[in-house]
């Protein structure tokens, strides 16, 4: 059958209209069942909240125009039923919907959309816009503006259309996620299994040029609470560095970060270090950085801004980047993700002739980590990474075999708005409001507080202009924003406060440092403050 826009935003309403996980994934599984191939790729992708175009350029203002709203109209808190004050209804008169429009229908226009450039390409990507809205009621009309706009909230999103794509598939929901953490798209493995049926999983498997999600690791307050239950262990440095993950084929190398974006063309150095290595095929898990005249390494903001830049030459000129690796995944067509990490490391050893490693020892009780730990320190890194030897390589997962131990607690919030500045700050935003992520539901953040303390005049004119492009809503004293940007908050305890939904708020809050290499899904979840807060025995 041809999957319509019409019975997609109908089972999407559905959906929205429960609070059971189960009847969630129920109702997407059975609109999923019997879609072909082709549209069950671009369903499970519209579902995700995601366009498989990527980002068409236009925002809201543009989404307001083509439904005829007053000009002035920049927030979506004017556009679609999911906020109590929308209002999805065309201001301009548009004929009735001329017939079904099929997602494929949907996809092509898409196309055209994110292939508009040049002069004139606004005015044309609101015309077809408009054209678009015109074949759509009310219930369509709804869901395009929240995927458009990034706003699809239907509860986890990702987690729960995979759990229904397998229900409707009738696989196991571990062989679809595994699939989909080496394939890097849970559209893609569904269009096989539909084609192919279930045998197709098996094609899913680790390859080089194929970026995979990158294994995490959970935080730990102490020696002791790094080491506990982890058997034999071994701890690294944990370096300040921009993750990359290092793929070989032959005499090709590419170079992905932790947000499987590929950044060959702005690290030229480092794929000159992959050309050497000792393996036909490899793929390596490691931190690229930058070092300073005394072989330092320097801040994660000066790495991070020399990775985003284009312009390889000159930028390697002025600052020339190394690596560091700590991980081998996949060697000589063999994956190793599921091999002990004692055998990983030994192989990686082997791999780079045992240059350009993550310093590294064996730990056996809290003194022997606590004198890494201040190595590590007073070498310039952050603190360590404590690692289990039997675990194999859980890539895109938490997992609690490798433990994280820093000097001070920080947390990896996302900044859910912004208030003007006063004084010398007049014109720029400055306190930010943060959020961390509901466990559950990745389109929900949940308040901790405010800060504006660790914030420099460069850091604010920088903020200022990313958060403005992010406005959901601009009043003369605070900036709503798309939950998008994500800052590393050092806090000095966190307390409980009625003050905030969450019932919790940090104390002393002070931004560290932007986290441009993480998404706002990578963000300290609700449940790990809470944990955090026990800890420490509960706070007033």
Known sequence: MNATLTALAAASRAVRATTSRLEKQALLADFLAPLEAADLALAVRYLSG?????????????????????????????????????????????????????????????????????????????????????????????????????????????????????RALEVEPEAIARAEMFGGDLASVAFRVRREGPAALARFTLQPMVPVAPMLARSAETAEEALADLGPAAA????????????KEGGEVRIFTRQLRDVTANLPEIVAMGRKLAARSAILDGEALAFDARGRPLPFQDTMSRVGREDAEAARAERPLGALFFDLLYR?????????????????????????????VLVTDADDLEKFFDEALAAGHEGVVVKALGAPYAAGERGGQWRKLKPATTLDLVIL????????????????????????????????????????????????????????????????????????????????????????????????????????????????????????????
């Open 417 to 540: 708005a912004a208030e003007w500045g006063h004084g010398r700050r007049h014109g720029l935003l400055s306190n930010i409001h943060l959020g961390a992520r509901d466990p559950d539901d990745p389109a929900r953040f949940w308040m901790l507080g405010k800060t504006f303390k660790g914030l420099t005049d460069e850091m604010l004119r920088t903020m200022t202009d990313d958060l403005l492009a992010l406005a959901d809503s601009v009043s003369e004293h605070i900036v709503r924003v798309r939950p998008a940007r994500v800052v590393e908050i050092a806090f000095d305890s966190v307390q409980r406060s009625p003050r905030y939904e969450s019932g919790l708020a940090l104390r002393f809050a002070r931004v560290k440092r932007f986290r441009p290499d993480k998404s706002s899904q990578e963000a300290t979840t609700l449940d790990e403050v809470r944990a955090l807060q026990a800890r420490s025995g509960g706070g007033s």
């Open 236 to 247: 690294e440095s944990k370096i300040d560095g921009v993750r990359i993950q290092l793929h």
């Open 332 to 360: 000589d067509e063999e994956p190793l993700v599921d091999r002990p990490y004692a055998e990983r490391r030994t192989a990686l050893e082997a791999v780079t002739r045992g240059q350009d490693l993550v310093s590294r």
């Open 50 to 166: 995601e366009i498989p175009q990527g980002r068409l350029g236009v925002g809201w203002r543009a989404i307001a125009t083509a439904l005829g709203e007053p000009p002035a109209l920049t927030t979506p808190s004017r556009a679609l039923p999911l906020f109590p004050d929308i209002d999805a209804t065309p201001r301009v008169s548009h004929p009735e919907p001329s017939g079904p429009l099929r997602l494929s229908d949907l996809d092509a226009l898409f196309a055209e959309i994110a292939a508009t450039r040049g002069p004139g390409s606004s005015a044309r990507a609101v015309r077809l816009l408009r054209e678009l809205f015109a074949r759509t009621g009310e219930p369509e009309r709804e869901f395009l503006i929240a995927l458009l706009g990034g706003e699809l909230r239907q509860g986890a999103l990702r987690a729960l259309v995979r759990e229904a794509v397998a």
